[in-house]
């Protein structure tokens, strides 16, 4: 039996969450299931294995800009997390480690997007992106700006 080393608290009821193991190609992955809401928690590419859509996974983890609309905080890292949306489905996303909250029934509302072929809104998508290149701009000049005052 494989084991992840914390176990953690689920982000909704702070109740400890129970390990499952599950087989998948290659070696098993260990999720975490929320025994009161049943909730599942995703370590970074977990969501893949499982889903085994990687343009579905990855449009619900990566570009995903710097807003926090969600309240969650990250059970893993305690990072702020975000909410992204796969049509009607939101899933909670950690911005700092990309793992992913889903809420009961929310795997199976994925599955059911990725059999059907998945391909997202690039509209919204791009619009994270150019927020995440704003901000970082910002963020350049602001540096440039205290150099210049510190120098
Ligand atoms: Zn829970
Ligand atoms: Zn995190």
Redesign the pocket.
């Known amino acids: 039996m494989l084991s992840k080393n914390n176990k953690i608290d ?4 702070w ?1 400890k ?1 129970n390990q499952t193991e599950i087989n998948v190609l290659g070696p098993n992955i260990i999720i975490d299931v ?6 599942v928690w995703f370590d970074k590419g977990e969501l893949n294995k499982i889903l085994k859509d990687r343009k579905l996974s990855d449009y619900l983890t990566k570009d995903i800009g710097t807003q926090t609309k969600s309240k969650l905080v990250c059970p893993r890292c305690g990072g702020l997390m975000d909410i992204e949306n796969a049509e009607e489905l939101e899933v909670d996303v950690c911005l700092n480690c990309n793992g992913v909250w889903l809420d009961q029934g929310e795997l199976e509302g994925l599955k059911t997007k990725s059999e059907k072929g998945f391909h997202g809104n690039k509209e919204e998508k791009a619009l994270e992106k150019w927020e995440e290149m704003v901000k970082k701009n910002r963020e350049s000049s602001f540096n440039r700006f205290i150099r210049k005052i510190t120098r």
């Open positions: 689920c982000p909704r009821c109740v969450m929320c025994p009161k809401c049943n909730g």
